[in-house]
């Protein structure tokens, strides 16, 4: 039973236009996201995160939307450059707190074509 | 700072081996993880320490994995016998508060 979904398994987009990526997930328990950023032979790295208690975070290029009410999220890029070429996991959790287990979704693959 | 350090980056080896894989998470990070990446896959929890103390081992095979945190820093990660499911990307992460920094993993391919 996957809790956390990210349907699209890539995404091809052009340089300086807009990434959006989706994730939706099914535990209503989860009340912190994160959007963690790999490249090959790299482990994941954290991007950015949103709580429940907001509906949007936003980090330079980088915003995090989020739909309780849907079990929706999305990242979005803005503008889109060919380094941000990677695959892009969602992941939540119960809670914030420090060993929190975080539950991942599959990733999506973005290609950005300069 | 130095990230989450992991060996071997690769190990090949044939079923019914053993297999060993050592991480060396970031200084001062009391929470150490140990995830299973199958290919086209998010990563997935199957163990995490609290110090040296294994907190959440739910997700561990413990018929043939079992993983250790002498000393409340290193940790090892082993597979015996190793079976033809388990080839994957093996990841070590820590964390000091809600951030989890990822080493590089170690891809296992059992032949």
């Known amino acids: 039973d996957q809790q956390v979904k990210q349907n699209s398994p890539s995404l091809s987009v052009q340089e300086g236009r807009i990434s959006i990526l989706n994730c939706d997930y099914t535990?209503?328990?989860?009340?912190?996201f994160l959007w963690y950023k790999k490249y090959p032979a790299e482990g994941p790295t954290f991007l950015i995160s949103?709580?429940?208690?907001?509906d949007k975070n936003e980090d330079g290029r980088f915003t995090v939307f989020l739909n309780k009410s849907a079990k929706h999220l999305s990242l979005h890029i803005v503008p889109s450059q060919p380094g941000d070429s990677a695959v892009y996991f969602c992941?939540?959790?119960?809670?914030?707190?420090?060993?929190?287990?975080?539950?991942f979704g599959g990733g999506t693959r973005v290609l950005v074509k300069p | 700072e130095a990230g989450v350090v992991q060996s071997p980056r690769y190990k090949i080896i044939e079923k019914k081996q053993p297999v060993a894989f050592w991480c060396n998470p970031i200084?001062?990070?009391?929470?150490l993880y140990w995830y299973l990446q199958n290919l086209g896959q998010g990563p997935e929890l199957l163990i995490r320490?609290?110090?040296?103390?294994?907190?959440?081992d739910s997700q561990l095979p413990k018929d043939r994995f079992s993983a250790e945190r002498l000393k409340g820093v290193d940790s090892t990660l082993k597979i015996q016998p190793a079976e033809l499911g388990d080839s994957a990307v093996y990841l070590c992460?820590?964390?000091?508060?809600?951030?989890?920094?990822f080493g590089p993993g170690t891809r296992l391919t059992v032949l």
């Open positions: 992460a820590s964390s000091r508060d809600s951030e989890q920094f």
């Open positions: 535990n209503s328990m989860f009340d912190y």
């Open positions: 949103i709580s429940s208690i907001k």
């Open positions: 992941a939540a959790s119960e809670g914030r707190a420090a060993g929190n287990k975080l539950t």
């Open positions: 200084s001062g990070h009391n929470t």
């Open positions: 320490y609290e110090n040296e103390e294994a907190v959440d």
